[in-house]
């Protein structure tokens, strides 16, 4: 029987994922096939309760439907619970089991980003949706004692924080109002910048002027190709990177959840990049912003 992979949000005309999980299947001669489902908010219940039966192996959840599979689901992994945001999810029987490969993910791009440098204690992360949550998660439990949170709607942001409250109880976890002045004075203040709002995934605008942007930061851009920010940035003299480790190895631990199989990384990697040359810039094929407001 060949066995189904599925992607469900809304939309996913257009994925990264999709290429790079197809072509690990077929590397590994494992009959499965990946389809992209474009399911509303509305059919979700119905959808999750699909992938119960057995041609399934498993899915991949991706905008708007991160938290709202969250109750849907007969188990959550520590990650899953903790972040509030599902985005593998595995069958175990008819059970389905919820997982967020968004936080490993996150945290092999930081690891590679502070590379043989002591690992920083403070962080400026702007955004406050479901990748916020697991680079939040990820640098909580990396040991940061101060991580400051900016979103042009700042009750999101202290969501947020409220959200992480128990898990954040022994640092510093704040929400700021998006001013230049206040984003300025944290930037002085940090080692390392995140980037985790859609702002230049589909035009060349930047969250942060460049005249902010203080030499010798750490820049992640979790956007999937060189933004606006990423090249000020470099420019300023810092060190960055983009969404690209993130989004491989998401992908490569799903992956592995999925067929019980070490991920072909190399295979994958050159998938996502073939499928970026052919013009896709989201992670998940989503145009910034319009599937999170239905
Ligand atoms: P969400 O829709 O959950 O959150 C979007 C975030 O971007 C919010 O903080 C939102 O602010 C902010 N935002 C969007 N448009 C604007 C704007 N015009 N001005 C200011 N703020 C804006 O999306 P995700 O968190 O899932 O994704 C965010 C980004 O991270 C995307 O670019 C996505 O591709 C990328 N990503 C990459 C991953 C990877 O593996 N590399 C994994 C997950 C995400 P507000 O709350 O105020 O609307």
Known sequence: MTRRVVLIGHPVAHSLSGAMQQAACDELGIDARYE????????????????????????NVTIPHKERVVPLVDRLTEDAHATGAVNTLTREGRKLIGHNTDVPGFRTALDRLVGKQKMPRHAVVLGAGGGARAVVYGLITEGFQRVVIFNRHLHRAEGLVRHF????????????????????????????????????????????????????????DLIY???????????????????????????????????????????????????????????EGEPAGAAAAE
């Open 36 to 59: 992209l489902w474009d399911r509303k908010p509305i059919e979700l219940a119905d959808t999750i309760n699909e992938l119960r039966e057995e041609e399934f192996l498993g899915a």
């Open 165 to 220: 409250g128990r898990s954040a109880s022994h640092m510093e976890l704040r929400a700021m109002p998006w001013h230049e002045s206040v984003i300025e004075a944290e930037l002085a203040k940090t080692k390392v910048l995140i980037n985790a709002t859609a702002i230049g995934l589909t035009s060349d605008e930047t969250p942060i002027p460049a005249e902010l942007l203080p030499p010798d930061l750490l820049v992640l």
């Open 225 to 283: 190709s060189d933004t606006r920010l990423l090249r000020d940035a470099k420019a300023a003299g810092d060190t960055v990177a983009n969404g690209e480790t993130m989004l491989l190895h998401q992908g490569a631990a799903a992956f592995t959840l999925w067929t019980g199989q070490p991920a072909p990384l190399d295979l994958m990697a050159r998938k996502l990049e073939e499928a970026r040359a052919g013009g896709i810039v989201s992670a």
